[in-house]
């Protein structure tokens, strides 16, 4: 079972903003990660963030970080079809292996 | 650079056979973990070898093993397979440097009938 947690879906119209919401467990987590998995493919590294950090901006990802309430976000602007995917919230846990959430699917309505 | 590749890509297996699985780290790469992902349970992981040495171990039956060669490719096997193994078995690698971001393979889709 997991640990992190997220919401398992997500319905947005092409061009909307995305945000997939993961609430992780381990406080001392020196990063946190965002993959990405499309029908039929393994994990795609999207982005991560150190714990230190805030806020990382990448292209049209932005990863907020709220490390009191343990929170982590991943905001996509300008959502596109092909974004349709399984998106995945990971932390690195004390023993040194990565904990996934059960992933949040994201559905892109033309 | 080249992914991570795993070989073979799919495979279909009859209950009480067993199984192994390879997986080619990316060049320079000295650790690679095994993870297990079924609609069910989601993603979870099995085993981390690094300098051919189990480094990590999730919470998995005896009958998963797993091995890594000096070259650090690594290879899973699964014993006297059941049902309930039909998943897809991915595996990533690392430098191997401590708490690090992983790279993951295409995994290899395993259905046991």
């Known amino acids: 079972g997991e640990d992190v947690e997220q919401s398992l879906f997500l319905s947005v119209r092409e061009g909307d903003s995305s945000v997939i919401n993961c609430t992780y467990t381990?406080?001392?987590?020196?990063?946190l990660y965002w993959y990405k998995q499309e029908p039929g493919a393994g994990l795609q590294l999207l982005t991560y963030?150190?714990?230190?950090?805030d806020m990382k901006q990448d292209q049209r990802l932005t990863v907020l970080l709220n490390k009191k309430d343990k929170h982590l976000s991943l905001r996509i602007a300008d959502t596109q079809t092909g974004d349709s995917a399984i998106y995945f919230c990971?932390?690195?846990?004390?023993?040194?292996?990565?904990?996934f959430g059960a992933g949040t699917r994201l559905t892109v309505k033309p | 650079k080249a992914g991570v590749t795993q070989t073979p890509r799919y495979l279909i297996k009859t209950r009480g056979q067993q199984v192994t699985l390879s997986c080619s780290p990316i060049s320079g790469h000295r650790s690679v973990s095994w993870y297990q992902q079924t609609p069910g349970q989601g993603l979870q992981f099995l085993f981390e070898?690094?300098?051919?040495?189990?480094?990590n171990k999730g919470n998995f039956p005896g009958r998963f093993s797993g091995r890594q060669f000096s070259n650090s490719r690594s290879e899973m096997n699964v014993s006297t397979l059941e049902l309930g193994d039909s998943a897809l078995y991915l595996c990533?690698?690392?430098?191997?440097?401590?708490?690090?971001?992983?790279?993951f393979g295409p995994g290899t889709r395993l259905l046991v009938l």
């Open positions: 963030i150190f714990s230190n950090m």
């Open positions: 990971a932390e690195i846990g004390k023993g040194g292996d990565m904990r």
């Open positions: 070898y690094f300098s051919e040495t189990q480094r």
């Open positions: 990533a690698s690392s430098l191997g440097q401590g708490k690090e971001t992983q790279y």
């Open positions: 381990d406080s001392s987590s020196t990063y």
